[in-house]
């Protein structure tokens, strides 16, 4: 069931556009800090073009649809992926490219960065809460409290 806080305004929730392109351009920040984890194991473009996509959805040069595509693309790359932190990190890029259709797809990137991080033996301690402190004042409680509702289901 959606977090109807992040359901757009214009499906009837209250998430204005501004706050879900910068939950998207936030997405794609996450997924684009473990992307090099993913390159070292694959030269396959499909992951950085699904940061690629939703940035440009954000910037209002592509339609919700090319985004969406793009984020089934970086899946079908971590389903290729034989390593765990290159398949978390496909999954990063995958689901914040969602982020164009959904904006909680958001803290999705967010928690597969974290695990992709954590497979490549990197710690994740600090991580968490330095990522949502990049998000502006306003948005940082209900991504806050929407990742540790969404923690239980990730292993990091």
Do not use: N
């Not at 556009?17 to 939950?23: A, V």
């Not at 997924?31 to 954000?58: K, M, N, Q």
């Not at 600090?126 to 004042?137: D, G, N, Y």
């Amino acid at each position: 069931m959606r977090d109807r806080r992040f359901v757009a305004v214009h499906r009837g929730g209250p998430l204005d556009l501004d706050s879900h392109k910068i939950l998207a351009r936030w997405g794609a920040d996450c997924a684009e800090h473990v992307l090099p984890l993913f390159s070292r194991s694959s030269d396959d473009p499909r992951p950085r073009l699904a940061i690629e996509a939703v940035r440009a959805w954000a910037r209002g040069e592509v339609k919700t649809g090319m985004a969406l595509k793009a984020s089934l693309a970086a899946h079908a790359a971590a389903r290729e992926a034989g390593d765990p932190h290159a398949v978390a990190a496909a999954r990063a890029a995958g689901q914040a490219a969602g982020a164009a259709h959904c904006a909680d797809h958001c803290m999705g990137a967010l928690l597969y960065a974290l695990k992709a991080m954590a497979a490549g033996g990197r710690s994740t301690g600090t991580e968490l809460q330095r990522q949502i402190a990049k998000l502006p004042a306003r948005l940082r409680g209900q991504v806050r409290s929407g990742v540790v509702a969404r923690l239980g289901r990730f292993t990091v």
